[in-house]
């Protein structure tokens, strides 16, 4: 197990700019952090950086691939509502497809335009459903970075505070899920 969790922690951090990244993959702007979890150096491979917006659809993904018992990838079907037709918003898609497995190419997630998020993800073996929105303080938290026009890496260095007060709060003061049993 030790071996495993090593193995997986050095792969990690060849992924997050520590080494050489395999098949030339983009290098992330991102600086890690001794206790930043490893699905947000996982995340920000896929993103680019570590964003509040794409850590929010993170743990949203996470806790609802969890609620629904899903493996992810193939046994999970994603619908998402909200306002994400551009950035910043937009990247709660990316931590989304990173935490289900779900992508656009497997048509396993679908957006539709609304003012209030809503996710829903269903487990599309068993049928279990839940229904998941973000809190007022998770809102709060996406919404509060000011960009600062003098210094990109301010900006970085801000958002990633911001990501990592996201990644490091009780779920319960993230999200409100709701349960489904058998889908609905």
């Known amino acids: 197990m030790l071996r495993l969790l090593m193995s997986c922690t050095l792969a990690a951090m060849t992924v997050v700019g520590f080494g050489e990244h395999p098949m030339n993959l983009p290098t992330p702007h991102y600086e890690r952090k001794p206790n930043d979890p490893a699905w947000l150096a996982y995340s920000t491979q896929f993103?680019?950086?570590?964003g509040p917006w794409a850590t929010a659809g993170l743990r949203v993904g996470m806790a609802g691939r969890r609620a629904v018992a899903?493996?992810?990838?193939?046994?999970?079907?994603?619908?998402?509502?909200g306002p994400f037709a551009k950035p910043p918003k937009s990247c709660f898609l990316d931590g989304l497809q990173v935490a289900t497995g779900a992508t656009w190419g497997k048509r396993n997630i679908r957006w539709n335009t609304q003012e209030k998020i809503v996710v829903q993800?269903?487990?599309t073996r068993s049928g279990e459903l839940v229904e998941i929105r973000?809190?007022?303080?998770l809102m709060e938290l996406v919404t509060s970075f000011k960009p600062d026009s003098s210094a990109?890496?301010?900006?970085?260095?801000?958002?990633g505070a911001i990501a990592r007060k996201i990644a490091g709060l009780p779920e319960s003061q993230v999200l409100e899920l709701r349960r489904f049993p058998g889908g609905r």
């Open 70 to 81: 899903a493996d992810g990838y193939f046994d999970i079907d994603v619908t998402v509502s």
């Open 121 to 123: 993800i269903k487990n």
């Open 47 to 50: 993103h680019g950086h570590l």
């Open 134 to 137: 973000p809190t007022a303080k």
């Open 152 to 159: 990109k890496s301010r900006d970085d260095r801000a958002l």
